[in-house]
């Protein structure tokens, strides 16, 4: 591919599409080699030691790879297109690079989902996530719920399971399945690569006040047809000439 690679072997085939449609996410345990994530302990902890120089409109935890050439040279490498072409098809663009990092005593994220293109499924967003050291579920853990991206809903933020599950989820069957849909903890070790469409309800677990650092970064990719709430790109860096993404900033 010419590049060093950042992701171990992996396949995004008909099976796993399959399961990314059902669930809502594909989970790649420990798909990033070793070497990747290295370098993205030290550009994440580079973010982190510049975030509170930076200016409103333009963090540096939200404009991530305008701050870092490493996870810059990320937006346009060829196994990160190979996978979100594999998902969205060849017609693609960069939505976004943020730091989701989060220290001991984190409080976390209340549930939320994000919206794009609401009424015309033939659009896709999805988020990428590299957690670089992983997570157990009660130690800054990602919770999800599978199957709840197929209502194309965005929703009100739920700040607990139970206020969720009496809020948004009572009465809400899976589309496929038709059980009914359920709140799922999720686990992972160092490396992992988590893919998610833009509409699956998700929030994550306070860390805990004892733990390190959970180091963690998401890229986002949509199909061009209509703006994006969460397009965090400033207009300087979409005229940026980057290896690899040429024409993957543009709006449309």
Request: proline share 7%; glycine share 10%.
């Amino acid at each position: 591919m010419g590049r060093e690679p950042i992701f171990e072997d992996f396949t995004f085939g008909q099976a796993e599409r399959e399961v990314m449609d059902q669930d809502g996410h594909f989970v790649f345990p420990g798909l990033l080699t070793h070497t990747a994530q290295e370098r993205l302990i030290e550009s994440l902890s580079y973010i982190e030691s510049i975030k509170p120089q930076g200016v409103e409109g333009h963090e540096p935890n939200r404009f991530a790879a305008e701050f870092d050439s490493y996870l810059e040279s990320l937006i346009g490498h060829p196994q990160m297109l190979m996978l979100a072409r594999s998902i969205l098809g060849d017609e693609i663009r960069y939505d976004h690079c943020a730091t989701l990092n989060r220290p001991g005593g984190n409080k976390g994220q209340p549930w939320h989902t994000h919206g794009y293109g609401e009424e015309n499924p033939a659009l896709g967003f999805v988020r990428t996530f590299f957690y670089v050291n992983g997570f157990e579920p009660n130690d800054g853990g990602l919770k999800v719920v599978p199957g709840s991206h197929l209502f194309r809903e965005r929703m009100d933020r739920a700040d607990t399971d139970e206020i969720l599950q009496a809020e948004w989820l009572q009465g809400k069957v899976h589309p496929i399945t038709g059980e009914s849909l359920q709140v799922e903890a999720l686990s992972v070790p160092s490396g992992t690569v988590i893919t998610m469409w833009t509409f699956a309800a998700h929030g994550v677990n306070p860390r805990l006040p004892k733990s390190d650092t959970r180091w963690c970064v998401v890229y986002a990719y949509r199909n061009p047809g209509l703006p994006s709430r969460a397009r965090w790109i400033s207009p300087e860096y979409e005229k940026r000439r980057i290896s690899g993404a040429e024409g993957l900033l543009h709006l449309y």
